[in-house]
């Protein structure tokens, strides 16, 4: 059983360098679940480890060519997928020391937390303000604000004006003032911090 499987995804393997696009769907039934199973263990978030499956399989389809038959399938897309998880967290790592970055620079001139939670709790609220913004503002504010990058490169990359790349960056703050005034924190976080550059 063991072997006749090992043949067939040897077969499956061999269309898949041919640009057969059979054997990459019948791959992709084979080998999906496990990975999505895989990658859940690590990341607890269903929508995450469905992206790194996607990821996976695009590279598998990107490096077909260069598959070999004479090495374990199996090993190679679980690596991938080991490889595609340590950079969503080392990502998520960079996200979280920029934003803790930002209210630390806030915080040593304008405020004293009482304690940690208190500077948790204008971390969480910045991601989760963030996160509510509609997703070409958010892309906006985080290319801006986190890749600090330009006006114009913002509005080459999202293929948009300058203008509105302002706009967003606009709204954005305003969006994220009137959020951070309902904890009642006086909106100390747009007037210094996220001023445009």
């Known amino acids: 059983m063991e072997g006749r499987r090992s043949n067939d995804e040897i077969f499956l393997i061999i269309g898949l360098k041919k640009n057969d696009h059979r054997s990459f769907q019948k791959l992709f039934e ?12 690590y990341l607890k978030s269903k929508e995450v480890a469905e992206d790194v499956v996607q990821e996976v399989f695009l590279k598998i389809w990107k490096n077909r060519k260069k598959l070999k038959t004479t090495t374990s399938f199996q090993s190679y897309l679980f690596t991938i997928a080991l490889n595609t998880i340590r950079k969503h967290f080392n990502k998520v790592s960079k996200q979280n020391e920029i934003k803790h970055d930002i209210l630390k620079e806030f915080s040593n001139n304008k405020l004293e937390f009482d304690d940690q939670s208190d ?79």
């Open 30 to 41: 084979l080998y999906s679940n496990p990975l999505f199973q895989f990658s859940l263990s």
């Open 119 to 197: 500077f948790q709790l204008l971390v969480d609220k910045l991601s989760e303000l963030i996160s509510l913004m509609p997703e070409k503002r958010k892309q906006v504010f985080m290319k801006k604000k986190f890749e600090e990058k330009s006006l114009k490169e913002i509005s080459a990359e999202l293929s948009i004006t300058t203008k509105t790349v302002e706009y967003h960056i606009t709204e954005a703050m305003r969006f994220l003032k009137n959020g951070f005034e309902k904890l009642q924190v006086e909106g100390i976080i747009f007037f210094t911090l996220f001023v445009q550059k």
